[in-house]
């Protein structure tokens, strides 16, 4: 089973950065790492994604202002999140794919003050 841990995540004001980390224990062949979010009374959606290429895909809502990374050596994957909105306010999410499996982390909130 493989587990992730995740950091990052807080409260800052409107416009402000977070980085959220997420670290896969393990030897594992990862195809797919990335983040996801749920607010309150909302379904989780797709925040961005990088696939073992280095592909990426990103929700329309956040392009431009969101960057997402990885450290392959670490089995990390980053979210770099730039010029956050209120709207931005949800559990945040770090979800990997391998070829038998996929996990989730346990969540990270990030809050935003307007």
């Known amino acids: 089973q493989v587990q992730l841990v995740e950091s990052g995540g807080g409260l800052v004001q409107a416009g402000g950065s977070l980085r959220l980390s997420c670290a896969a224990s393990g030897s594992i062949f990862i195809n797919v790492m990335g983040w996801y979010r749920q607010a309150p009374g909302k379904q989780r959606e797709l925040v961005a994604r990088i696939t073992r290429g280095g592909s990426t895909n990103y929700a329309d809502s956040v392009k431009g202002r969101f960057t997402i990374s990885r450290d392959s050596a670490k089995n990390t994957v980053y979210l770099q999140m730039n010029s956050l909105k209120p709207e931005d306010t949800a559990v945040y999410y770090c979800?990997?794919?391998?070829?038998?499996?996929?996990?989730w982390g346990q969540g990270t909130q990030v809050t935003v003050s307007s």
């Open positions: 979800k990997l794919e391998t070829v038998r499996s996929i996990s």
